[in-house]
């Protein structure tokens, strides 16, 4: 994983977080269709993941006591975009050949937004639920892939991906920083998949944050 922060103006780094609501109070949102498997074909529902990565966001925010992000499309696009060029370049960069979409900074100006702040998180995850755990592969060639204690690992759904990929980057420092910014007020995620990575293909992730 690898995080980037950028601004119109120097950007202090936050490390104050405000205390955790009380137990209870946040929520996560429910979002419909998120339980569907991401097809290995590569159409992803682009509109699906970003909600589900945003309800999974939300929710980190609302445990710190902050307020939720609203959804913003350009930003949404630009992150499917950067996340399908990494995933073709088969890299996790922040930086890329797209014209016009070379940089983060290039990236948060082609969303059409006007904004003082803006910080941008990337991710790889296999496409099977298999990522840092001990695996057992029965099938290569089925893409049968089971715990150690023999129970099944499916591939990610929609919401099982948004929430793997946020866990990782709440447990990151940097990405958290980014993820609890208490500066931004809209974020948008895409993702492109490999179908050629190890263990039956891989998922990358882009998110942008801005405000």
Wanted: aromatic share 6%.
């Amino acid at each position: 994983m690898q995080m980037v922060r950028v601004g119109l103006r120097a950007l202090a780094v936050f490390a104050a977080i405000a205390l955790p609501q009380i137990a209870g109070a946040c929520s996560l949102a429910r979002v419909s269709g998120a339980d569907v498997v991401v097809p290995a074909s590569g159409r992803i529902n682009e509109a699906l993941i970003d909600a589900a990565i945003r309800a999974e966001v939300n929710y980190q925010r609302c445990r710190a006591g902050l307020s939720e992000l609203a959804a913003a499309p350009g930003l949404a696009e630009a992150a499917s975009t950067h996340a399908k060029w990494m995933a073709r370049a088969q890299t996790m960069s922040h930086e890329s050949k797209v014209p016009g979409q070379s940089s983060v900074l290039a990236r948060l100006q082609s969303s059409g937004i006007d904004f003082r702040a803006g910080s941008e998180n990337i991710g790889k995850i296999a496409r099977y639920g298999i990522d840092g755990i001990h695996f057992r592969i029965r099938d290569a060639g089925a893409c049968a892939f089971a715990t150690q204690d023999g129970t099944a690992i499916g591939a990610h759904s929609y919401q099982s991906l948004a929430r793997h990929i946020v866990t990782l980057w709440v447990n990151s420092p940097k990405h958290r920083t980014n993820m609890l910014d208490p500066k931004v007020r809209m974020v948008g995620s895409g993702a492109g998949y490999d179908p050629s990575a190890p263990y039956c293909g891989a998922f990358y992730v882009s998110q942008n944050y801005a405000g």
